[in-house]
Protein backbone atom coordinates (compact mmCIF):
# COMPACT_ATOMS: atom_id res chain seq x y z
CA UNK A 1 0.00 0.00 0.00
CA UNK A 2 1.02 3.41 -0.77
CA UNK A 3 2.27 5.54 2.42
CA UNK A 4 -0.57 8.05 1.22
CA UNK A 5 -3.55 5.48 1.04
CA UNK A 6 -2.37 4.25 4.66
CA UNK A 7 -2.54 7.87 5.79
CA UNK A 8 -6.12 7.98 3.96
CA UNK A 9 -7.31 4.65 4.85
CA UNK A 10 -6.25 4.20 8.21
CA UNK A 11 -8.65 6.27 10.35
CA UNK A 12 -11.64 4.65 8.66
CA UNK A 13 -10.46 0.94 10.03
CA UNK A 14 -11.00 1.85 13.18
CA UNK A 15 -14.63 2.03 14.41
CA UNK A 16 -15.88 -1.01 16.38
CA UNK A 17 -17.23 -2.65 13.02
CA UNK A 18 -14.71 -2.52 11.34
CA UNK A 19 -13.19 -6.20 10.48
CA UNK A 20 -9.78 -5.69 9.42
CA UNK A 21 -7.27 -4.14 11.18
CA UNK A 22 -5.94 -0.74 11.40
CA UNK A 23 -2.86 -0.55 8.59
CA UNK A 24 -1.04 1.98 11.01
CA UNK A 25 -0.14 -0.80 13.23
CA UNK A 26 1.03 -2.69 10.82
CA UNK A 27 4.69 -2.91 11.25
CA UNK A 28 5.80 -2.31 7.25
CA UNK A 29 4.50 1.29 8.01
CA UNK A 30 6.12 2.41 11.46
CA UNK A 31 7.41 5.93 10.95
CA UNK A 32 5.46 6.71 8.12
CA UNK A 33 2.59 10.11 8.71
CA UNK A 34 -0.23 8.43 9.12
CA UNK A 35 -2.63 11.04 10.36
CA UNK A 36 -5.65 11.44 12.27
CA UNK A 37 -7.22 13.89 10.41
CA UNK A 38 -8.99 13.33 7.04
CA UNK A 39 -8.73 15.95 4.62
CA UNK A 40 -11.74 16.62 1.87
CA UNK A 41 -9.79 15.31 -0.98
CA UNK A 42 -10.63 18.33 -3.52
CA UNK A 43 -10.06 22.02 -3.45
CA UNK A 44 -12.63 24.58 -4.03
CA UNK A 45 -12.36 26.08 -7.37
CA UNK A 46 -15.62 27.64 -7.66
CA UNK A 47 -17.16 29.67 -4.31
CA UNK A 48 -21.02 29.34 -4.01
CA UNK A 49 -21.62 32.11 -0.93
CA UNK A 50 -23.57 30.70 2.38
CA UNK A 51 -26.49 33.03 3.46
CA UNK A 52 -25.85 34.13 7.21
CA UNK A 53 -29.05 35.59 8.41
CA UNK A 54 -29.83 36.31 11.97
CA UNK A 55 -32.66 35.04 14.65
CA UNK A 56 -35.17 37.52 13.96
CA UNK A 57 -35.19 37.23 10.06
CA UNK A 58 -35.14 33.28 10.42
CA UNK A 59 -38.06 33.57 12.44
CA UNK A 60 -39.92 36.08 9.98
CA UNK A 61 -39.02 33.07 7.68
CA UNK A 62 -40.49 30.76 9.42
CA UNK A 63 -43.75 32.13 10.57
CA UNK A 64 -44.44 32.78 6.63
CA UNK A 65 -43.08 29.01 6.13
CA UNK A 66 -46.27 28.03 8.85
CA UNK A 67 -43.27 26.75 10.37
CA UNK A 68 -42.86 23.84 7.37
CA UNK A 69 -39.41 23.90 6.41
CA UNK A 70 -40.06 22.98 2.89
CA UNK A 71 -41.34 26.37 2.28
CA UNK A 72 -38.85 27.88 3.60
CA UNK A 73 -37.05 29.87 0.90
CA UNK A 74 -33.29 28.08 0.39
CA UNK A 75 -31.39 31.27 0.33
CA UNK A 76 -32.36 31.99 4.29
CA UNK A 77 -30.81 28.34 4.59
CA UNK A 78 -27.38 28.25 5.96
CA UNK A 79 -26.20 24.41 5.85
CA UNK A 80 -28.64 22.56 3.96
CA UNK A 81 -29.14 19.36 4.99
CA UNK A 82 -32.20 18.44 3.65
CA UNK A 83 -30.97 15.58 1.61
CA UNK A 84 -28.50 14.51 -0.64
CA UNK A 85 -29.94 13.86 -3.63
CA UNK A 86 -28.91 15.94 -5.82
CA UNK A 87 -26.87 18.25 -4.12
CA UNK A 88 -23.42 17.07 -4.68
CA UNK A 89 -20.62 19.68 -5.99
CA UNK A 90 -19.52 18.32 -9.74
CA UNK A 91 -15.65 17.72 -10.16
CA UNK A 92 -13.96 19.45 -12.81
CA UNK A 93 -14.41 16.81 -14.95
CA UNK A 94 -17.46 16.17 -14.89
CA UNK A 95 -18.24 19.80 -15.42
CA UNK A 96 -15.85 19.50 -18.73
CA UNK A 97 -17.98 16.16 -19.56
CA UNK A 98 -20.22 18.64 -20.29
CA UNK A 99 -18.96 20.82 -22.57
CA UNK A 100 -18.69 17.25 -24.84
CA UNK A 101 -22.91 16.64 -24.39
CA UNK A 102 -24.28 16.00 -27.58
CA UNK A 103 -27.64 16.92 -27.96
CA UNK A 104 -29.05 14.32 -30.75
CA UNK A 105 -32.11 13.73 -30.75
CA UNK A 106 -31.60 10.22 -31.67
CA UNK A 107 -28.22 8.23 -30.61
CA UNK A 108 -26.32 10.48 -28.90
CA UNK A 109 -22.32 10.11 -28.48
CA UNK A 110 -23.30 10.96 -24.83
CA UNK A 111 -25.85 7.83 -24.48
CA UNK A 112 -23.71 5.63 -25.40
CA UNK A 113 -20.57 6.98 -22.91
CA UNK A 114 -23.45 6.58 -20.31
CA UNK A 115 -24.44 3.11 -21.32
CA UNK A 116 -20.70 2.43 -21.30
CA UNK A 117 -19.85 3.16 -17.45
CA UNK A 118 -23.45 1.70 -16.52
CA UNK A 119 -22.64 -1.46 -18.17
CA UNK A 120 -19.16 -1.10 -16.92
CA UNK A 121 -20.36 -1.24 -13.58
CA UNK A 122 -23.66 -3.74 -13.77
CA UNK A 123 -22.44 -5.83 -16.73
CA UNK A 124 -26.56 -5.17 -17.59
CA UNK A 125 -27.53 -5.54 -21.13
CA UNK A 126 -30.25 -3.18 -21.45
CA UNK A 127 -29.41 0.48 -19.86
CA UNK A 128 -32.49 2.98 -19.97
CA UNK A 129 -32.24 6.53 -18.78
CA UNK A 130 -34.79 8.81 -16.73
CA UNK A 131 -34.73 12.00 -15.14
CA UNK A 132 -34.16 10.96 -11.57
CA UNK A 133 -34.47 7.32 -10.00
CA UNK A 134 -38.80 7.71 -9.33
CA UNK A 135 -39.13 7.97 -13.54
CA UNK A 136 -37.54 4.25 -13.13
CA UNK A 137 -39.74 3.16 -11.06
CA UNK A 138 -42.79 4.34 -12.30
CA UNK A 139 -41.49 2.73 -15.60
CA UNK A 140 -40.81 -0.52 -13.98
CA UNK A 141 -43.52 -1.07 -11.41
CA UNK A 142 -45.89 0.09 -14.50
CA UNK A 143 -44.59 -3.13 -16.41
CA UNK A 144 -44.81 -5.78 -14.27
CA UNK A 145 -46.75 -4.34 -11.38
CA UNK A 146 -50.42 -4.54 -11.23
CA UNK A 147 -53.19 -5.84 -9.14
CA UNK A 148 -52.82 -8.93 -7.09
CA UNK A 149 -49.30 -8.69 -7.11
CA UNK A 150 -46.95 -8.01 -4.05
CA UNK A 151 -43.06 -7.03 -4.09
CA UNK A 152 -40.88 -7.27 -1.17
CA UNK A 153 -37.79 -5.45 -0.41
CA UNK A 154 -35.52 -4.83 2.60
CA UNK A 155 -37.16 -1.16 3.72
CA UNK A 156 -38.90 0.25 0.14
CA UNK A 157 -37.61 3.96 -0.08
CA UNK A 158 -41.13 6.16 -0.44
CA UNK A 159 -41.41 6.62 -3.55
CA UNK A 160 -40.72 2.99 -4.38
CA UNK A 161 -43.38 2.20 -2.24
CA UNK A 162 -45.55 4.88 -3.78
CA UNK A 163 -44.91 3.50 -7.37
CA UNK A 164 -45.46 -0.50 -6.03
CA UNK A 165 -48.26 0.81 -4.92
CA UNK A 166 -49.76 2.82 -7.86
CA UNK A 167 -49.78 -0.07 -10.10
CA UNK A 168 -52.44 -1.66 -7.63
CA UNK A 169 -50.03 -4.21 -6.25
CA UNK A 170 -48.76 -4.55 -2.30
CA UNK A 171 -45.04 -3.38 -1.26
CA UNK A 172 -43.70 -5.27 2.29
CA UNK A 173 -40.83 -4.96 3.61
CA UNK A 174 -38.46 -7.53 5.36
CA UNK A 175 -35.73 -5.89 6.90
CA UNK A 176 -34.14 -7.78 9.75
CA UNK A 177 -35.78 -7.11 13.37
CA UNK A 178 -32.09 -4.51 13.96
CA UNK A 179 -33.06 -2.56 11.14
CA UNK A 180 -35.77 -1.18 13.18
CA UNK A 181 -34.21 -0.68 16.32
CA UNK A 182 -32.96 2.51 16.54
CA UNK A 183 -30.44 1.66 19.10
CA UNK A 184 -29.60 -2.07 17.96
CA UNK A 185 -25.77 -2.19 17.22
CA UNK A 186 -25.27 -4.16 13.95
CA UNK A 187 -22.99 -3.78 10.77
CA UNK A 188 -25.16 -4.53 8.40
CA UNK A 189 -29.21 -3.22 9.57
CA UNK A 190 -30.17 -3.43 6.17
CA UNK A 191 -30.06 -6.86 5.62
CA UNK A 192 -32.71 -8.92 4.64
CA UNK A 193 -34.74 -11.71 7.15
CA UNK A 194 -34.05 -14.59 5.02
CA UNK A 195 -36.05 -16.96 7.31
CA UNK A 196 -38.75 -14.23 7.71
CA UNK A 197 -38.71 -13.88 3.68
CA UNK A 198 -38.69 -17.53 2.72
CA UNK A 199 -41.70 -18.58 4.96
CA UNK A 200 -43.70 -15.56 2.95
CA UNK A 201 -42.80 -16.87 0.27
CA UNK A 202 -43.83 -20.64 0.06
CA UNK A 203 -47.33 -18.66 0.38
CA UNK A 204 -47.03 -16.27 -1.98
CA UNK A 205 -43.92 -16.87 -4.52
CA UNK A 206 -46.59 -16.97 -6.82
CA UNK A 207 -47.75 -13.20 -7.53
CA UNK A 208 -44.18 -11.93 -6.62
CA UNK A 209 -42.73 -10.36 -10.50
CA UNK A 210 -39.24 -9.30 -8.55
CA UNK A 211 -37.85 -7.93 -5.60
CA UNK A 212 -36.06 -5.07 -4.36
CA UNK A 213 -33.23 -4.22 -2.45
CA UNK A 214 -32.33 -0.83 -1.53
CA UNK A 215 -28.37 -0.37 -1.24
CA UNK A 216 -27.55 1.22 1.07
CA UNK A 217 -31.17 1.12 2.75
CA UNK A 218 -32.33 4.98 3.10
CA UNK A 219 -35.27 4.56 5.11
CA UNK A 220 -33.70 2.07 7.84
CA UNK A 221 -30.58 4.88 8.26
CA UNK A 222 -28.84 4.59 5.25
CA UNK A 223 -27.84 1.26 6.50
CA UNK A 224 -25.91 -1.22 4.77
CA UNK A 225 -26.63 -4.68 2.91
CA UNK A 226 -24.08 -7.23 3.35
CA UNK A 227 -22.35 -9.49 0.82
CA UNK A 228 -23.01 -12.81 2.53
CA UNK A 229 -27.00 -11.59 3.08
CA UNK A 230 -27.04 -10.60 -0.90
CA UNK A 231 -25.82 -14.39 -1.96
CA UNK A 232 -28.18 -16.00 0.23
CA UNK A 233 -30.72 -13.72 -1.27
CA UNK A 234 -30.10 -14.66 -4.59
CA UNK A 235 -29.75 -18.12 -3.86
CA UNK A 236 -33.25 -17.82 -2.00
CA UNK A 237 -34.79 -16.30 -4.93
CA UNK A 238 -33.83 -18.45 -7.94
CA UNK A 239 -35.34 -21.11 -5.74
CA UNK A 240 -38.55 -19.15 -6.59
CA UNK A 241 -37.44 -17.97 -9.94
CA UNK A 242 -37.54 -14.54 -8.68
CA UNK A 243 -35.65 -12.10 -10.51
CA UNK A 244 -33.79 -9.49 -7.75
CA UNK A 245 -33.40 -5.87 -8.65
CA UNK A 246 -31.26 -3.20 -6.51
CA UNK A 247 -32.58 0.35 -5.53
CA UNK A 248 -28.59 1.17 -6.05
CA UNK A 249 -28.77 4.93 -5.74
CA UNK A 250 -25.99 4.69 -2.62
CA UNK A 251 -23.90 1.61 -3.81
CA UNK A 252 -20.88 2.83 -3.70
CA UNK A 253 -21.21 4.04 0.21
CA UNK A 254 -23.11 -0.12 0.41
CA UNK A 255 -20.03 -1.43 -1.23
CA UNK A 256 -17.68 0.84 1.03
CA UNK A 257 -19.08 -1.08 3.91
CA UNK A 258 -18.45 -4.24 2.53
CA UNK A 259 -15.24 -3.59 2.22
CA UNK A 260 -14.72 -1.91 5.27
CA UNK A 261 -17.00 -4.20 7.51
CA UNK A 262 -17.64 -7.46 5.84
CA UNK A 263 -14.68 -10.34 7.13
CA UNK A 264 -12.24 -11.71 3.93
CA UNK A 265 -13.74 -8.37 1.72
CA UNK A 266 -10.68 -5.98 2.97
CA UNK A 267 -8.00 -6.63 0.13
CA UNK A 268 -10.46 -6.24 -2.64
CA UNK A 269 -11.57 -2.73 -4.51
CA UNK A 270 -14.80 -1.08 -4.30
CA UNK A 271 -15.60 -1.17 -7.72
CA UNK A 272 -15.11 -4.99 -7.52
CA UNK A 273 -17.22 -5.55 -4.88
CA UNK A 274 -19.97 -2.96 -6.37
CA UNK A 275 -19.35 -5.48 -9.85
CA UNK A 276 -20.11 -8.38 -7.72
CA UNK A 277 -23.35 -6.73 -6.40
CA UNK A 278 -24.99 -6.28 -9.41
CA UNK A 279 -23.79 -9.65 -10.61
CA UNK A 280 -25.90 -11.14 -7.82
CA UNK A 281 -29.04 -8.87 -9.38
CA UNK A 282 -31.37 -9.00 -12.37
CA UNK A 283 -32.05 -5.49 -12.77
CA UNK A 284 -31.63 -2.50 -11.04
CA UNK A 285 -32.91 1.30 -10.46
CA UNK A 286 -30.43 4.04 -9.70
CA UNK A 287 -31.70 7.93 -8.62
CA UNK A 288 -28.35 9.24 -10.24
CA UNK A 289 -28.49 12.62 -8.01
CA UNK A 290 -26.76 10.51 -5.15
CA UNK A 291 -23.48 7.83 -6.06
CA UNK A 292 -23.18 9.64 -9.42
CA UNK A 293 -23.12 13.14 -8.37
CA UNK A 294 -25.55 14.01 -10.44
CA UNK A 295 -27.46 16.99 -9.91
CA UNK A 296 -30.67 15.35 -11.79
CA UNK A 297 -30.76 11.83 -13.57
CA UNK A 298 -31.71 8.40 -13.24
CA UNK A 299 -31.27 4.95 -14.83
CA UNK A 300 -33.07 1.14 -15.30
CA UNK A 301 -30.66 -1.55 -16.10
CA UNK A 302 -31.72 -5.03 -16.76
CA UNK A 303 -30.73 -8.20 -18.96
CA UNK A 304 -34.44 -9.59 -19.80
CA UNK A 305 -35.19 -8.25 -23.25
CA UNK A 306 -39.02 -8.42 -22.73
CA UNK A 307 -39.45 -6.19 -19.85
CA UNK A 308 -36.82 -3.89 -21.34
CA UNK A 309 -38.63 -3.57 -24.79
CA UNK A 310 -41.63 -3.18 -22.58
CA UNK A 311 -40.36 -0.03 -20.31
CA UNK A 312 -38.93 1.61 -23.50
CA UNK A 313 -41.63 1.52 -24.90
CA UNK A 314 -43.15 3.95 -21.61
CA UNK A 315 -40.10 5.50 -21.55
CA UNK A 316 -41.12 7.08 -25.35
CA UNK A 317 -44.29 7.69 -23.76
CA UNK A 318 -43.60 9.23 -20.62
CA UNK A 319 -39.79 10.06 -20.24
CA UNK A 320 -38.53 10.49 -23.70
CA UNK A 321 -36.59 8.87 -26.90
CA UNK A 322 -34.29 5.88 -25.33
CA UNK A 323 -30.97 7.40 -25.83
CA UNK A 324 -31.61 10.01 -23.45
CA UNK A 325 -34.85 9.38 -21.71
CA UNK A 326 -35.57 12.95 -20.33
CA UNK A 327 -31.79 14.21 -19.85
CA UNK A 328 -29.56 16.12 -22.09
CA UNK A 329 -26.86 14.82 -23.44
CA UNK A 330 -24.90 16.83 -21.25
CA UNK A 331 -26.16 15.62 -18.10
CA UNK A 332 -25.35 11.61 -19.38
CA UNK A 333 -21.91 12.71 -19.63
CA UNK A 334 -21.59 14.19 -16.33
CA UNK A 335 -23.38 11.33 -14.62
CA UNK A 336 -20.68 8.92 -16.87
CA UNK A 337 -18.00 10.38 -15.49
CA UNK A 338 -19.20 10.52 -11.78
CA UNK A 339 -20.23 6.95 -11.87
CA UNK A 340 -16.55 5.96 -12.48
CA UNK A 341 -15.39 9.06 -9.66
CA UNK A 342 -17.82 7.59 -6.88
CA UNK A 343 -15.76 4.27 -7.02
CA UNK A 344 -12.50 6.04 -5.82
CA UNK A 345 -11.62 4.58 -2.57
CA UNK A 346 -9.97 7.99 -1.28
CA UNK A 347 -13.30 9.43 -1.72
CA UNK A 348 -15.37 6.86 -0.06
CA UNK A 349 -13.05 6.93 2.87
CA UNK A 350 -13.47 10.50 3.21
CA UNK A 351 -17.05 10.46 2.67
CA UNK A 352 -18.02 8.06 5.23
CA UNK A 353 -15.42 9.25 7.91
CA UNK A 354 -17.25 12.64 7.12
CA UNK A 355 -20.97 11.20 8.42
CA UNK A 356 -19.08 8.99 11.01
CA UNK A 357 -17.40 12.28 12.74
CA UNK A 358 -20.64 14.20 12.72
CA UNK A 359 -22.31 11.14 14.15
CA UNK A 360 -19.55 10.49 16.83
CA UNK A 361 -19.25 13.97 17.85
CA UNK A 362 -23.07 14.04 18.72
CA UNK A 363 -23.14 10.39 19.95
CA UNK A 364 -20.35 11.98 22.46
CA UNK A 365 -22.46 15.21 23.43
CA UNK A 366 -25.05 12.41 24.44
CA UNK A 367 -27.45 13.12 22.22
CA UNK A 368 -29.75 10.70 21.04
CA UNK A 369 -28.81 9.08 17.57
CA UNK A 370 -29.70 6.03 15.28
CA UNK A 371 -26.78 3.33 15.54
CA UNK A 372 -24.34 3.22 13.85
CA UNK A 373 -23.62 6.41 11.32
CA UNK A 374 -25.25 6.08 8.21
CA UNK A 375 -23.12 6.14 4.93
CA UNK A 376 -25.01 9.86 3.65
CA UNK A 377 -27.33 10.95 6.99
CA UNK A 378 -27.00 10.77 10.64
CA UNK A 379 -30.26 10.42 12.03
CA UNK A 380 -31.69 12.24 15.43
CA UNK A 381 -34.00 10.09 17.39
CA UNK A 382 -36.05 12.80 18.28
CA UNK A 383 -38.60 10.78 21.06
CA UNK A 384 -35.47 10.48 23.21
CA UNK A 385 -34.37 13.91 22.28
CA UNK A 386 -37.84 15.52 23.34
CA UNK A 387 -39.13 12.57 25.66
CA UNK A 388 -41.62 15.38 27.22
CA UNK A 389 -42.95 15.61 23.83
CA UNK A 390 -45.70 13.13 22.49
CA UNK A 391 -45.48 11.53 19.05
CA UNK A 392 -48.66 12.98 18.42
CA UNK A 393 -47.21 16.49 19.02
CA UNK A 394 -44.48 15.52 16.32
CA UNK A 395 -41.46 15.85 18.12
CA UNK A 396 -39.11 15.41 15.13
CA UNK A 397 -40.72 18.93 13.70
CA UNK A 398 -39.42 20.72 16.75
CA UNK A 399 -36.19 19.23 16.11
CA UNK A 400 -36.22 20.49 12.82
CA UNK A 401 -38.01 23.86 13.42
CA UNK A 402 -35.17 25.07 16.04
CA UNK A 403 -32.44 23.87 14.14
CA UNK A 404 -33.24 25.72 11.60
CA UNK A 405 -34.49 28.97 13.89
CA UNK A 406 -31.17 28.74 15.82
CA UNK A 407 -28.56 28.23 13.28
CA UNK A 408 -30.28 28.36 9.94
CA UNK A 409 -29.48 24.48 9.68
CA UNK A 410 -32.39 22.70 7.70
CA UNK A 411 -32.76 19.32 8.09
CA UNK A 412 -35.73 16.82 7.45
CA UNK A 413 -38.46 15.41 9.99
CA UNK A 414 -38.77 11.58 8.86
CA UNK A 415 -41.50 10.88 11.57
CA UNK A 416 -44.78 11.74 12.05
CA UNK A 417 -45.60 14.51 9.71
CA UNK A 418 -43.92 11.98 6.85
CA UNK A 419 -45.62 8.85 7.96
CA UNK A 420 -47.94 9.30 10.60
CA UNK A 421 -51.92 10.44 9.46
CA UNK A 422 -54.76 12.29 11.19
CA UNK A 423 -57.39 10.39 12.32
CA UNK A 424 -60.94 11.22 12.01
CA UNK A 425 -61.44 12.37 15.25
CA UNK A 426 -58.51 14.83 14.44
CA UNK A 427 -55.63 13.05 16.77
CA UNK A 428 -52.26 11.95 15.08
CA UNK A 429 -51.87 8.49 14.65
CA UNK A 430 -48.28 8.35 14.82
CA UNK A 431 -45.09 6.62 12.93
CA UNK A 432 -43.01 4.00 14.45
CA UNK A 433 -40.65 6.13 14.75
CA UNK A 434 -39.88 10.23 15.30
CA UNK A 435 -36.65 10.99 13.55
CA UNK A 436 -34.71 14.29 12.12
CA UNK A 437 -32.09 13.21 8.98
CA UNK A 438 -29.46 15.62 9.04
CA UNK A 439 -28.11 14.49 4.90
CA UNK A 440 -24.83 15.29 4.10
CA UNK A 441 -24.53 16.40 0.39
CA UNK A 442 -21.85 15.04 -1.61
CA UNK A 443 -18.66 17.15 -1.52
CA UNK A 444 -20.23 20.20 -0.54
CA UNK A 445 -19.61 21.13 2.88
CA UNK A 446 -16.04 21.49 4.34
CA UNK A 447 -15.63 19.60 8.34
CA UNK A 448 -16.00 23.25 10.01
CA UNK A 449 -19.28 23.31 8.29
CA UNK A 450 -19.73 20.28 10.21
CA UNK A 451 -18.25 21.71 13.16
CA UNK A 452 -21.13 24.45 13.15
CA UNK A 453 -23.74 22.20 12.46
CA UNK A 454 -22.25 20.19 15.82
CA UNK A 455 -22.62 22.91 17.59
CA UNK A 456 -26.11 24.24 16.41
CA UNK A 457 -27.39 20.69 17.84
CA UNK A 458 -25.69 21.32 21.09
CA UNK A 459 -27.20 24.42 21.26
CA UNK A 460 -30.64 22.97 21.17
CA UNK A 461 -30.04 19.87 22.93
CA UNK A 462 -29.27 22.17 25.62
CA UNK A 463 -32.45 24.04 25.83
CA UNK A 464 -34.71 21.02 24.66
CA UNK A 465 -36.87 21.14 28.13
CA UNK A 466 -38.13 23.96 26.74
CA UNK A 467 -39.04 23.31 23.43
CA UNK A 468 -42.78 22.12 22.85
CA UNK A 469 -44.53 20.64 20.14
CA UNK A 470 -46.48 21.03 17.05
CA UNK A 471 -49.90 20.60 16.23
CA UNK A 472 -50.46 19.68 11.91
CA UNK A 473 -53.15 22.48 11.00
CA UNK A 474 -53.64 22.08 7.51
CA UNK A 475 -53.09 19.21 5.12
CA UNK A 476 -53.94 18.18 1.67
CA UNK A 477 -54.77 14.36 0.66
CA UNK A 478 -51.63 12.57 0.05
CA UNK A 479 -47.94 13.44 0.93
CA UNK A 480 -48.79 16.14 3.25
CA UNK A 481 -45.09 16.50 4.93
CA UNK A 482 -44.15 18.61 1.51
CA UNK A 483 -47.20 21.57 1.70
CA UNK A 484 -48.84 20.91 5.56
CA UNK A 485 -49.27 24.39 8.21
CA UNK A 486 -47.98 23.81 11.42
CA UNK A 487 -48.78 25.57 14.90
CA UNK A 488 -47.27 25.17 17.78
CA UNK A 489 -48.81 23.81 20.86
CA UNK A 490 -49.48 25.93 23.84
CA UNK A 491 -46.06 27.60 23.25
CA UNK A 492 -44.07 30.27 21.67
CA UNK A 493 -40.72 28.81 19.61
CA UNK A 494 -39.62 32.10 18.80
CA UNK A 495 -39.49 33.33 22.24
CA UNK A 496 -37.59 30.66 23.96
N1 LIG B 1 -34.51 5.19 -4.02
C1 LIG B 1 -33.85 5.65 -2.94
C2 LIG B 1 -33.15 4.69 -2.05
C3 LIG B 1 -33.83 7.03 -2.66
O1 LIG B 1 -33.18 7.47 -1.59
C4 LIG B 1 -34.51 7.91 -3.54
C5 LIG B 1 -34.53 9.36 -3.28
C6 LIG B 1 -35.17 7.38 -4.66
C7 LIG B 1 -35.14 6.00 -4.86
C8 LIG B 1 -35.91 8.26 -5.62
O2 LIG B 1 -35.03 8.91 -6.44
O3 LIG B 1 -35.40 11.34 -5.95
O4 LIG B 1 -34.14 10.57 -7.98
O5 LIG B 1 -36.58 10.25 -7.83
N2 LIG B 1 -34.21 9.88 -2.19
C9 LIG B 1 -34.15 11.31 -1.86
C10 LIG B 1 -33.83 11.50 -0.41
C11 LIG B 1 -35.31 12.10 -2.34
O6 LIG B 1 -33.86 12.66 0.05
O7 LIG B 1 -33.51 10.53 0.28
P1 LIG B 1 -35.32 10.35 -7.09
Known sequence: MHPQEISILSPCSSSSHEAEVDPRKDPRYQGLFCPDTIIEPFKVKVVEPLPLLSREERARGLKMADFNLFSVPAEEVTIDLMTDSGTSAMSQAQWAAIMQGDESYAGARSFFRFKEAVQDLTGMKYVIPTHQGRAAEKILFTVVGGKGKAVPANTHFDTTRANVEHSGCQALDFVIPEGLDPEAEHPFKGNVDLEKLEAWLNENASRVPLMVLTVTNNSGGGQPVSLKNMKALRELLQGFNIPLFLDCARFAENAWFIKTREPG???????????????????????????????????????????????????????????????????????????????????????????????????????????????????????????????????????????????????????????????????????????????????????????????????????????????????????????????????DPLAI
Open 265 to 491: QNHRSVKEISQEMFRLADGAMMSAKKDAFGNIGGFLALNEESIAAECRNLLILTEGFPTYGGLAGRDLDALAVGLEEVVDERYLCYRIASTRYVWKRLDDLGVPLLRPAGGHAVYIDARRFLPHVPPSLCPGQTVSVALFLEAGVRSVEIGTVMFGRTLEDGRQDPAPMDLVRLAIPRRVYTQSHMDYVIEAVRFVFEKRSRLGGFRISKEPEALRHFTCSFEPADW
